[in-house]
């Protein structure tokens, strides 16, 4: 599987994402409307709209990307390494036009690589592109391409196998593989928290990094290959 991908090409992709607001009471009236006639075939039927806010953040037009981190592969005396960037901050439209800067000296045949990146990370930044009022990147827009024109890998896509109700988390996946995983602090259900409570930015970010990690090697197993040991993983400013 993937024999011929050039990992060059590719850059493994992870976003963290939080609601727009710290809470349902400070999102503006008619936004709280839009709110719950959004979700109100996604809520238990006891569940307000105020308590199913937490979740806001998975929904780009009630949330904001708050960090992307990117994993770039290079080959050295026969061994593959990964570097680790990532654009963080507390203003969305800064990280997203640092983003777009970093695409706009890659090439146009870039290959962007995430677990449930088709439904959720690609989209998502898009999203939150238009809502800036930022241009599109060539390597993000599908807008007119035929499927077989889009190059984006989805390692969950991958290991459907044709099987689309089928949903696997990271985590579950690199663990069957045979993958350790390097999450041992938060997970998405916290990130909310984390940001808005704790107000540790750094924390999401090493955690958002870890994913890239995870998907990284889910992919060098996917193209049949040894995974990518700890010494040759670096984090670059």
């Known amino acids: 599987m993937l024999k011929t991908l050039d990992l060059s090409q ?44 937490e979740r806001a953040g998975i929904l780009a037009e009630f949330g904001k990307i708050i960090c992307i981190s990117l994993g770039i592969f290079s080959y050295n005396s026969k061994t593959y390494s990964l570097r680790l960037k990532s654009f963080y901050d507390e203003d969305e439209k800064k990280i997203l036009e640092q983003f777009c800067y970093l695409l706009s000296k890659q090439p146009q045949k870039l290959i962007f690589c995430a677990h449930n990146g088709k439904e959720f990370d690609f989209p998502y930044i898009c999203r939150r592109l238009l809502i800036n009022g930022l241009e599109i990147p060539s390597q993000l827009d599908i807008s007119g391409k035929k499927p077989w024109e889009v190059h984006h890998i989805d390692t969950m896509e991958m290991w459907k196998f044709g099987d689309h109700k089928h949903y696997t988390s990271l985590n579950l996946l690199a663990c069957s593989l045979n993958i350790t995983t390097p999450k041992d602090d938060i997970d998405g259900s916290q990130v909310r928290q984390v940001y808005y409570e704790e107000k540790n930015l750094e924390r999401i970010v090493t955690y958002c990094q870890k994913d890239v990690i995870t998907t990284a090697q889910v992919l060098l197993k996917f193209k049949g290959m040894d995974i990518i ?7 670059v400013s």
């Not at 727009?20 to 307000?48: C, G, I, M, N």
């Open 10 to 53: 590719v850059i493994v992709l992870d976003i963290e994402t939080v609601p727009q607001y710290p809470s349902f009471e400070d999102v503006p009236p008619h936004l709280q409307e839009l709110w719950e006639q959004k979700t109100q075939f996604q809520r238990k039927p006891e569940q307000t709209a105020n308590e199913f806010y």
């Open 229 to 235: 040991s700890a010494e040759n993983i670096t984090i």
